[in-house]
């Protein structure tokens, strides 16, 4: 489980572990659950070498497990033991200031309030759109007709419009992009949190998937997309990452 949320866990591997992810609630809950504990882990200082390394290129730039990294975090700072006055102390402060106010003033009405801090979800605003592709179905072996993007100049999304030929009907789906790596496997880099639905174009359906611009430095990348069904449409599309 730890190979795979720090990404080194095989492309088939990965596949079988995502596909039972989106399937099987009660398997949901415990990749959950370890990827909590990977995090206080980090935290905490007992990951180390490699491992803090290999979580920290994950999780610090790619903006769906940032955002993970932060919601475990504040969680464990608020869990954290806070120390308060001694309510005994606090007390006989109290009614000394109280017996002092009635023989100077009479009767005076004390209500206290609570000074704990008021903690308010910060919204996470959308990233910018800083780039969009077109991609077709199919693996293009001509080197100059490979889709290129060029890498992002500044923070923010790219959005991939995926051709879906000879779709009649409209299709959900989730979006999976993988990187090629240095010995020659597709590696999972990010996937759709939710399924995206396509709408009609010519000669079939298009679909638009929103991807992290910080998941893509210079390389080649594989965009699939996949249902949780046996009968559901898989496609992939295949794209470059360099100067333009």
């Known amino acids: 489980m730890k190979s795979y949320l720090l990404g080194t ?10 596909d039972r992810y989106f399937s099987d609630r009660s398997f949901f809950n415990q990749v959950r659950a370890e ?5 206080q882990e980090y935290l905490s200082g007992q ?9 920290e290129k994950r999780y610090f ?15 464990t700072d608020l869990a954290a033991p806070r120390y308060a006055p001694s309510w005994s102390v606090s007390l006989r402060f109290q009614l000394a200031a109280a017996v002092l106010i009635c023989a100077g003033i009479g009767v005076w009405w004390f209500s206290p309030r609570a000074l704990r801090p008021t903690i308010l979800p910060v919204p996470a605003a959308p990233l910018p759109v800083v780039a969009t592709l ?5 693996v293009l072996k001509a080197e100059e007709s ?5 890498p992002p100049a500044q923070p923010g999304d790219v959005v991939f419009n995926l051709e879906i030929p000879g779709q009649g009907s409209v299709t959900a789906c989730k979006a999976r992009l993988l990187r090629l790596t240095a010995d020659g496997t597709w590696q999972s880099i990010w996937i ?20 992290p ?16 069904s046996e009968d559901a449409r898989k496609d992939y599309y295949r794209f470059r990452v360099s100067p333009l």
């Open 61 to 75: 730039t790619i903006p769906d497990l940032r955002k993970r990294y932060e919601e475990v975090k504040a969680d």
């Open 9 to 18: 866990l095989d492309e088939r591997s990965a596949d079988s572990l995502e």
């Open 192 to 211: 759709t949190p939710q399924e995206v639905s396509s709408v009609p174009a010519p000669g079939g359906q298009s679909l638009s998937v929103r991807a």
């Open 35 to 39: 990827e909590t504990k990977l995090i």
């Open 213 to 228: 611009g910080a998941a893509l430095t210079r390389g080649e990348y594989r965009l699939e997309l996949f249902g949780n």
């Open 134 to 138: 077109a991609l077709h179905p199919g």
């Open 146 to 150: 490979t889709a290129r993007l060029a």
């Open 47 to 55: 990951l180390k070498g490699k491992f803090r390394e290999l979580f």
